[in-house]
């Protein structure tokens, strides 16, 4: 298996995948979807499409947690820092963290975050893009035969 992905195009996409499928005790646990939002020219190319602020609307509601590929400092990448993960410290996270309320305190404040809950993770609003993206996921017809062989 190391010899196939050491002469693969894209190897880091597959070989995790690969690796668990051929575990038998994991197969029963994987999901046929790698939570990617890939847009593809047609007819498809050797890449996908670069991914563009014209295509934010299709990426956020595809509730995919990952996306490709992007253009160097392409404007989409600051629009899903300011508008997805909240960067830039905007919606109550301190300046460059992602995670808002979570391990940090309410105010954003990571280092004297105290008290009896400051080990808690609070899901962020991209939570519920992964909860409607799993559920779509696990809850198709097609989804016991498009699992791990």
């Known amino acids: 298996m ?5 002469n693969f195009v894209s190897s880091p996409e597959g070989y995790f995948q690969t690796v668990l499928c051929n575990a038998p005790r994991f197969v029963p ?19 996908p499409h670069a991914l563009t602020l014209g295509d934010m609307d299709r990426m956020v509601r595809s509730d995919a947690p990952f996306a490709r590929k992007f253009a160097r400092d392409d404007p989409v990448l600051d629009a899903i820092d300011a508008q997805l993960l909240g960067g830039r410290g905007g919606n109550g996270t301190a300046a460059g963290m992602f ?3 979570g391990w940090c305190g309410e105010s954003g404040d990571c280092e004297g975050a105290a008290g009896a809950e400051d080990w808690v993770l609070r899901p962020g609003p991209g939570a519920e893009r992964l909860r409607r993206l799993m559920d779509r996921i696990v809850r198709s017809e097609a989804f016991a035969n498009r699992q791990c062989k």
């Open 2 to 6: 190391l010899m196939y992905y050491a």
């Open 29 to 47: 646990t994987v999901a046929n979807h790698d939570l990617h939002h890939i847009q593809w020219d047609v007819p498809p190319r050797q890449h």
């Open 99 to 101: 995670v808002r309320g």
